[in-house]
């Protein structure tokens, strides 16, 4: 049943170019990678994900996506500023790019910890209970912002989802440079 779902997902990854309390935020490097690498790789090992997207207005951004399998779009420079939302970005891309499957995974380029395990989680949780929308939460059951998974459709209503599911990853979401720091400190540790 589970196997219906396959390749009906497209991943989208947001990553501006020009992060504010971490300059380069989303290609700083991790192991040797960049930050946005393992959101792209761990997506492309999803069963359920048939492409994954870059939206970006940074060249350099765009140019390491590719290099890592992941199919670009140049987002216009309007949509690259404190004030953007990140659900205009994507409604944005969806009226450029017509993509054929109906569900959406909404990436951050800057959650080094993520693992196709925690995505195929979310969309278990997604199907299995007919959510229209997945938010992943850390270990306080606080939203994380690693992975949504939302229905296509869902982001062009007017109103708020009421079915609404939570799965648990507990990723590092890296937003300040504690944040980083603490990501360096526990790879040293293991």
Do not use: W
């Not at 938010?135 to 209503?157: G, M, P, Y």
């Amino acid at each position: 049943m589970i196997e219906k779902y396959y390749n009906k997902f497209f991943a989208i990854i947001p990553a501006r170019g020009n992060s504010k309390r971490i300059k380069n935020k989303n290609i700083l490097l991790y192991k040797n990678k960049p930050l946005i690498s393992y959101s792209i790789v761990a997506a492309q090992k999803s069963k359920f994900i048939k492409n994954v997207y870059v939206s970006s207005d940074s060249n350099k951004i765009l140019n390491i996506s590719k290099l890592f399998g992941a199919k670009t779009y140049k987002r216009p420079a309007r949509l690259a500023n404190d004030k953007t939302y990140k659900l205009q970005v994507i409604r944005e891309f969806l009226k450029k790019i017509k993509v054929k499957e109906k569900f959406i995974v909404i990436l951050q380029a800057n959650s080094p910890e993520i693992k196709s395990k925690h995505i195929n989680k979310c969309i278990n949780h997604f199907i299995k209970f007919s959510r229209d929308e997945v938010i992943s939460v850390d270990k306080n059951n606080n939203q994380d912002s690693a992975i949504r998974i939302i229905k296509k459709f869902k982001l062009f209503e007017n109103n708020f989802g009421t079915h609404i599911g939570f799965a648990k990853t507990d990723l590092i979401d890296i937003n300040e440079y504690s944040d980083y720091t603490k990501l360096l400190k526990n790879a040293k540790k293991k």
